[in-house]
């Protein structure tokens, strides 16, 4: 059978578009061979879903714009449980990060005078919670329209981590006097803990752009994913005390003075935000990028990247109280295209 010139020429063509979508840009980490687990949407129709936390196997989810914390049913229904009235959503500001601990909510907030965390007590059961009145556990942290960071964990020690972006100040991320840049430690309270690496002061790890992603395996081990800015996103190994180089260095420096990242990726193949550690993987939440990226613990240096481009922009993913992984969707946040039942809760069962 003779192929005529052009015939060829498109057949070339798209062996080249397939074979640049499949090959990792330069100085990412090689592709890994971890199989795409099916997905099942477990709840649809949310608006700029930002964040997930359990409460008694009871799924809660806030909303960025609206100030929204509700709860998901277990036949997919979304309920309205609060709307945190102080919430100023502006850009990548608003309602961000959750946490539980102990019967109450940890909300982590854009206000009109900056970022705070709040915590309230669950009140009621399934299908009927509510909260109570708040209180402050840390106010006074940079806003900006952009780098808030906004994920709230709490680390296996009970201490309360905090990822703090940079507020577009660049150089407070290098000050050790400025809570903007940094990781922070707390206690339940807001305290300082005792043993933080720097005497009277919440400052855990510093020199951070943008982080939006916290987690630790089972040995204890902390990994946070940060955004960086033209050249390199990052999955950094988050070690007390430790300076990751912002805005010194982005990616690897192997310079002795900061911490290089175990990874780092274009920023359009990535824009890291929530992680977690389930199986044996850390499993990253990437906007841009809009895929699942999958590192084996045991073996830093790879990665698997799962739903390329299937569901669009990712914000979170969390371990579920039955071990499996949620994963919110993000294309409603004004940078997405969003699709019919957008944004979605994803579920997958790993293993």
């Known amino acids: 059978m003779k192929i005529r010139r052009g015939e060829m020429l498109a057949v070339m063509t798209a062996a080249m578009l397939v074979l640049a979508a499949c090959t990792p840009s330069p100085g990412s980490a090689p592709v890994g061979t971890d199989p795409e687990p099916?997905?099942?949407?477990?709840?649809?129709e949310l608006d700029v879903p930002w964040s997930i936390a359990f409460h008694e196997g009871i799924a809660l989810v806030s909303e960025r714009d609206s100030g929204r914390v509700a709860e998901l049913g277990d036949d997919g229904a979304v309920r309205e449980v609060a709307v945190i009235d102080d919430v100023t959503a502006a850009g990548e500001g608003g309602l961000l990060g959750l946490a539980v601990l102990d019967g109450d909510v940890y909300t982590y907030f854009t206000a009109a005078d900056g970022n705070r965390i709040e915590r309230r007590a669950i009140l009621g059961a399934a299908g009927a919670l509510a909260l109570g009145p708040p209180t402050t556990v840390?106010?006074?942290?940079?806003?900006?329209?952009?780098?808030?960071?906004?994920?709230?964990?709490?680390?296996?020690?009970?201490m309360l981590y905090v990822a703090v972006g940079d507020a577009g100040d660049r150089d407070s991320a290098q000050d050790l006097d400025a809570l903007s840049g940094k990781i922070l430690r707390l206690t339940p309270d807001g305290a300082v803990p005792d043993d933080n690496p720097f005497e009277g002061s919440p400052v855990y790890s510093y020199g951070h752009r943008n982080p939006q992603g916290i987690a630790w395996d089972d040995e204890g081990t902390m990994y946070a994913s940060e955004f960086g800015q033209d050249t390199w996103d990052e999955l950094n190994v988050i070690e007390a005390g430790g300076n990751y180089g912002?805005?010194?260095?982005?990616?690897?420096?192997?310079?002795?003075?900061?911490?290089?990242?175990?990874?780092?990726?274009?920023?359009?193949?990535?824009?890291?935000?929530?992680i977690a550690v389930v199986d044996g993987r850390i499993v990253i939440a990437n906007l841009r990028g809009e895929r699942l990226r999958v590192v084996p613990l045991d073996d830093l240096a790879t990665a698997s990247e799962w739903f390329r481009g299937g569901y669009g922009r990712l914000r979170d993913a969390v371990v579920a109280p039955d071990g499996s992984l949620w994963v919110l969707t993000n294309n409603t946040d004004g940078r997405g295209d969003p699709a019919d039942g957008d944004d979605r809760i994803l579920r997958l069962g790993v293993g």
């Open 38 to 44: 099916s997905p099942e949407v477990i709840a649809e």
């Open 138 to 158: 840390i106010d006074g942290i940079p806003a900006a329209g952009n780098h808030n960071g906004g994920r709230i964990a709490f680390g296996p020690d009970g």
């Open 246 to 274: 912002w805005p010194v260095v982005e990616g690897v420096a192997d310079d002795g003075d900061h911490i290089d990242p175990v990874q780092q990726w274009a920023p359009s193949d990535a824009s890291p935000s929530g």
